[in-house]
């Protein structure tokens, strides 16, 4: 496209020659005939370079007209044109931005090449502009790379972690009966080993699950028909699969649900494992002979169930984030327990695709609640 160039100049037969001389070198020329002039077309689209008088009649010179231009287009090139009388004010315009001046009269040849030369170093200025953004772009970019880089090499860690400890507990499990079978009948040595490598897969069994609901529920935003669900069996199922885990922590379970509990509307399977995460984690970070509470009741078309436990707490700053996918409290390197953190990001979505809702409350040191809330179910539509 043309460089765009504007003429200020009272004296319209000067205006005239320089305007012819710019469309000669192929510039796109507009012309106006006072500082005021000059200043109505800047508003109205910009210029790559301005030329204009520095003595004008009027309330703005060409000394206005420099500083109004570099105040509102800063990389808008200006030079001024004077007689030798106004010599002094020319160069002070250089300190407010004008790029060069010209001595009246003068060549339009002279003034051709200083207009060139302006509007070179404008665009080499502008050029090492673009290219320092790009590089600044590149850069960002090469830092988030870095970041997924390193995000996905824990998150490969993490799961070969989560997978290699429990199945080299089965190995282990099973070596053990492969040594025991040709010397021992005792059964409860035998019974002992083959609750170990089950308690291997279970755990195996279970990050993979966890892996997959994420990835599953990623593309399922919201559950669509669902079947009634009652959460008092699905919580007491829930303990029940988790029993070896909560026998072994020496811990309690207290279920406080009124004797008929309205029912819910979704996929069980799915609720099933929202509670199970909840009390997987009551478990995991309760207190040895801790205790978990899990109460349910029905208020306002809602079921809200909570699941509480004497464990260690959590800090409030935590609330939000311990949501998240991976998020887990303690750096996952150095803390006793394992998990992927998937847990109560799994849960959440699995609430809220059912249409409700989950938050923590929790003191430090004192234990923790999540208070599920799930509509009650509906009666269908009669077709
Ligand atoms: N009941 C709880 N008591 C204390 N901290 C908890 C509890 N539940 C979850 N957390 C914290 O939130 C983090 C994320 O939990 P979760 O998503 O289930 O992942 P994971 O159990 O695999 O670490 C846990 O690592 C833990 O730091
Ligand atoms: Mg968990």
Redesign the pocket.
């Known amino acids: 496209m043309a460089e765009r160039v504007l003429v200020v100049d009272d004296d319209e037969s000067l205006q005239e020659l320089c305007a012819t001389a710019f469309r000669l070198d192929g510039y796109q020329v507009e012309v106006a005939s006072s500082g005021e002039g000059g200043l109505k077309k800047l508003d109205s689209s910009p210029f790559d370079l301005v030329v204009t008088d520095l003595f004008m009649p009027g309330k703005i010179d060409g000394s206005g007209v420099v500083r109004a231009v570099k105040a509102r287009f800063p990389t808008t090139e200006v030079i001024v044109m004077t007689a030798v009388p106004t010599l002094k004010t020319a160069i002070t315009t250089l300190k407010d931005g004008a790029s060069d001046y010209v001595i009246k009269p003068f060549e339009t040849d002279h003034l051709r090449v200083i207009a060139r030369r302006a509007l070179d170093s404008r665009r080499l200025r502008r050029e090492l502009d673009t290219e320092r953004a790009m590089r600044q772009e590149l850069a960002t970019a090469y830092k988030e790379l870095q970041k997924v880089e390193e995000l996905k090499e824990s998150f490969l860690a993490r799961i070969s972690h989560e997978l290699r400890t429990p199945l080299s507990e089965v190995l282990t499990a099973v070596e053990l009966m492969e040594n025991a079978a040709g010397t021992t009948t005792d059964p409860e040595k035998l019974a002992r080993y083959i609750g170990l490598s089950k308690a291997g897969a279970v755990k195996m069994e279970r990050t993979m699950n966890d892996l997959l609901a994420f990835v599953e529920l990623q593309s399922r935003p919201t559950i669509e028909k669902g079947s009634p669900v009652a959460l008092d069996e699905v919580c007491r199922m829930a303990a029940e699969k988790l029993k070896p885990m909560i026998d072994q922590r020496g811990l309690k379970v207290d279920f406080k649900f009124p004797d008929a509990l309205e029912k819910v509307s979704g996929d069980p399977d799915l609720i099933a494992r929202a509670f199970e995460?909840l009390i997987h984690?009551?478990i995991?970070?309760n207190k040895d002979k801790g205790v978990i509470t899990i109460a349910g009741r029905v208020e306002a078309g809602s079921v809200y169930v909570d699941v509480s436990?004497t464990?260690?707490?959590?800090p409030e700053g935590e609330f939000e984030r311990?949501f998240d996918s991976f998020?887990?409290?303690?750096s996952y390197l150095t803390r006793k327990v394992g998990?992927?953190?998937?847990?109560?990001?799994i849960t959440r979505r699995i609430v809220e695709a059912h249409g409700g809702h989950i938050d923590v409350t929790s003191k430090v040191g004192q234990g923790?609640t999540f208070r599920v809330r799930l509509p009650v179910k509906t009666p269908a539509p009669k077709a």
């Open positions: 995460n984690n009551a995991t970070f436990d464990g260690e707490g959590i311990i998020y887990q409290i303690a998990g992927l953190g998937l847990g109560l990001a923790t």
